[in-house]
């Protein structure tokens, strides 16, 4: 073989490692494009939380005088489902009673939203339950409330009213309790 031909060659396998480096360079950033998309479309950027509550009042979470949440606190999202009311009522319920017994000061006051699935077919059980139970809120909140809840999860927002975490929802309240504890401090 002559030197031009071994040259040639040469190039001929540089330029084919330098097109799969890039290839999987660009693999990988659109990867990480796409996950940057989805978290972005979980993040609500307009609507509001006024809502309307099981007695058919209109609702909203309770802010300062700056729009944000009051003492620094986080308010929690999630579906309530009227074919399994009362066992969503149970769940919630324990949940926070053991979140409000292993909070320690560094976690502001917690607000509790489970909106009903099928709007005020809730309301029998307001009495019972520790958080509010809405009917209706801004269809914006509501299709991502609704989109969280096909992954069955609930969503965090911090007192800015900024999602701030995704909760998965177990079948156990403890461990329900354990997860937003830490996703709160």
């Known amino acids: 073989m002559t030197m031009n031909g071994i040259l040639t060659s040469f190039v001929a396998f540089m330029l084919l490692c330098n097109t799969l480096y890039l290839g999987a360079r660009v693999r990988s950033e659109m990867l990480r494009y796409r996950q940057r998309k989805e978290e972005r479309m979980q993040i609500s950027t307009d609507g509001s939380f006024t809502g309307i509550d099981?007695?058919?009042?209109l609702i909203s979470?309770?802010?300062d005088a700056n729009g944000r949440l009051e003492r620094g606190g986080l308010m929690l999202a999630f579906v309530v489902h009227s074919d399994r009311l009362a066992a969503d009522?149970?769940?919630w319920n324990r949940a926070i009673e053991l979140t409000g017994?292993?909070?320690?000061?560094?976690?502001g006051q917690i607000q509790y939203w489970g909106v009903c699935d099928r709007g005020m077919a809730?309301?029998?059980?307001?009495?019972?339950a520790k958080f509010k139970i809405i009917g209706y809120i801004d269809p914006h909140q509501m299709h991502t409330l609704a989109e969280a809840d096909t992954g069955k999860a609930a969503l965090l927002y911090d007192r800015a009213l900024t999602l701030r975490a995704r909760l998965p929802i177990g079948p156990d309240p403890v461990a329900e309790s354990a997860l937003?504890?830490?996703?709160?401090k």
């Open 101 to 107: 017994r292993s909070r320690t000061g560094e976690i």
């Open 122 to 128: 809730c309301q029998s059980s307001q009495a019972d």
């Open 54 to 57: 099981a007695g058919g009042n």
């Open 61 to 63: 979470p309770q802010l």
């Open 180 to 184: 937003l504890v830490g996703e709160a």
């Open 89 to 91: 009522v149970s769940f």
